[in-house]
């Protein structure tokens, strides 16, 4: 994919998870996470943490920003994400797809849901207020988790599916030609 390919597809992973944000949506359930795995997967390292950082940042111009202790939280953990896709990059299947997303999933909620805990006064600043925070996040973990494959295997077949379709069109092509 040639560098222009990839700046065409960052934008349009940005539009989409902002778009995702901002679309009414159950708590969690939203893109960024799966974009950034699908940006780590096939734009490579240049895109795997700027694209869901990106989407989020902008997103969060008409949502609104946290203090910034939880807004870097959310930003570091997206990125994370994205460099989980680049996991992917060689192998590139429904489990290896699964499992990265969920991978994703599982580091947002640690790492917000810990930000949480030590950046505000929802909880003590214990263990027991660190396991409260926790067990507080579940359902959107839940969210969070089906979310993300959902997103991801929809970006992931997609792509695919259009890759598969291009190259019967260009194969048509020249045979009638």
């Not at 969690?28 to 950082?53: D, T, W």
């Not at 797809?97 to 599982?106: D, E, H, K, P, R």
């Not at 925070?133 to 259009?162: K, Q």
Request: aromatic share 16%.
């Amino acid at each position: 994919m040639t560098t222009k390919t990839k700046i065409l597809f960052a934008i349009t992973l940005v539009a989409i998870g902002v778009a995702g944000r901002l679309l009414p949506h159950a708590w969690n359930f939203a893109p960024v996470v799966a974009i950034g795995i699908f940006s780590g997967a096939y734009l490579g390292k240049r895109f795997a943490f700027a694209v869901p950082v990106i989407a989020m940042v902008a997103s969060d111009i008409f949502i609104g920003f946290y203090g910034w202790q939880m807004n870097a939280a959310v930003y570091i953990a997206m990125g994370l994400a994205g460099l989980t896709g680049l996991t992917l990059q060689k192998k590139k299947n429904p489990v290896t797809i699964a499992l990265a997303s969920v991978a994703g999933s599982t580091v947002f909620f640690l790492v917000t849901n810990g930000a949480v805990w030590l950046f505000t006064s929802m909880y003590e600043p214990t263990i027991s207020g660190l396991s409260a925070s926790y067990i507080a996040g579940m359902p959107f973990f839940r969210n969070a988790i089906v979310g993300d494959v959902w997103y991801s295997f929809s970006l992931f077949g997609a792509y695919e599916a259009a890759k598969v379709l291009y190259h019967r069109f260009a194969l048509a092509k020249t045979l009638v030609s």
